[in-house]
């Protein structure tokens, strides 16, 4: 499981808010270190700065306990993030059948923490060039399918960090349900995308067939890092 990925928490109310987040970029600051993660715009949607948090699973954990939803939550700000956000609920696309809907749905917090988190850093490419095919995979600390299996998704010794590999271009129905938004796509340990959402099947087909994604909402990481830069931040894996 690649390092790097985190829980985003509301700290006003101590919970998490079911999006994940990837720190993609840590430096040495003061006494300790700032890193910056990258997450979805639609899931820390203001720039109060008492409001976020992130909390890091300790070195080699992969799932929280309470004890560690509580005092390893290292305090955020919002840095950056998309002019707006594209997000809505998932509603039916029309006159298009390409599998992909790139958006622009991201903002990066800046975490500072006495030690260095584990970082999982940008791909360097366009997540637009790559092969459909090529093997990746979706990172998550929480979805309702998990928490079918292990209870609601407000327990945190329920969240764990877990993996959802597909060939790119694909639309598995495990890929976009709630609780994946704000979680990274990942190929080779390199982030190439940003998970946001997705587009659901024809009303008809909901009513007589059931309910899938035709089509991933997803934020290129090329695009991160251009708008980043037009706003002060300058992110590595640039081209």
Known sequence: MPPGVVLIVDRKTQTPVTCSGTVIQEAPSGGGFRAYVLTARHC???????????????????????PALVEHTFAAVRMAASPWTSYELPVVRRFSS??????DDWAILAVDSPAPLRVLPLDPGDAEALAPGTPVS???????????????????????????????????????????????????????????????????????????????????VATVRREAEQQGLHLGGSP
Do not use: K, M
């Not at 390409?98 to 958006?103: A, F, G, L, M, N």
């Open 98 to 103: 390409d599998p992909i809907d790139w958006v």
């Open 138 to 220: 979706l990172i998550a600390y929480f979805d309702w399918q998990f928490g079918d299996v292990h209870g609601s998704w407000y327990e945190p010794t329920h969240l764990a960090l877990h993996a959802h590999p597909f060939g790119w271009t694909g639309v598995p129905e495990g890929i976009s349900q709630q609780g994946h938004s704000g979680s990274p796509i990942v190929r080779d340990g390199r982030v190439v995308a940003l998970h946001s959402g997705a587009h659901l099947d024809s009303n008809a087909c909901r009513l007589f067939c059931g309910t899938w994604p035709v089509a991933l909402r997803l934020v290129n």
């Open 44 to 66: 820390v949607d203001d720039d109060d700065p008492q409001r976020w948090g992130v909390v890091a699973p300790l070195a080699g954990a992969h799932a929280f306990t309470e």
